[in-house]
């Protein structure tokens, strides 16, 4: 467990990790439902949720670029004492896929939440094993609950 957690101190190592979930989701989602478009959709949400990470930094940063190089988002959580982190969040796969239920565009759905499911649960396991947050972290209710605090949703000083 210990080698994984580069996975939590090198931003570039994590992303790398959510690029190779994003590249087995493509095959998958692929071979799945018969079309490419699944597929690039699935990677492109693998990698692309983790905006709110980078919109959180460049705020917290006055819009300077260089953070993302220099330091992790828990800096900038501490930073602010925030986590809002509006795109991870299992409320918001539900909503999508009853949405795509609904709307009769189930494997669109399914195409989004397949690979952001995948991403929060690696997410969840670097973050649980070594930031302090707890497992309930990316259920919006509970952030909501707890004010979005740092100190709260994060019991370990990182």
């Not at 330091?71 to 602010?80: F, G, L, S």
């Amino acid at each position: 467990m210990k080698k994984l957690h580069i996975f939590a101190d090198s931003l570039f190592a994590h992303e790398m990790l959510h690029l190779c979930s994003g590249i087995a989701m493509f095959f998958l989602l692929w071979k799945m439902f018969g079309q490419i478009k699944y597929g690039v959709l699935g990677f492109l949400v693998s990698l692309l949720i983790d905006i709110d990470h980078y919109l959180e930094g460049l705020i917290a940063n006055r819009l300077n670029f260089s953070w993302i190089f220099k330091t992790y988002p828990n800096e900038y959580w501490r930073k602010t004492g925030v986590i809002t982190l509006l795109f991870h969040s299992w409320e918001l796969l539900l909503i999508v896929f009853l949405i795509g239920i609904i709307s009769n565009h189930r494997l669109l759905a399914l195409s989004i939440v397949y690979p952001a499911a995948l991403h929060y649960l690696i997410d969840n396991l670097i973050y649980t094993s070594f930031r302090g947050m707890s497992v309930l972290q990316y259920f919006l209710v509970f952030r909501v609950i707890n004010g979005f605090s740092y100190e709260k949703l994060c019991r370990a000083k990182s």
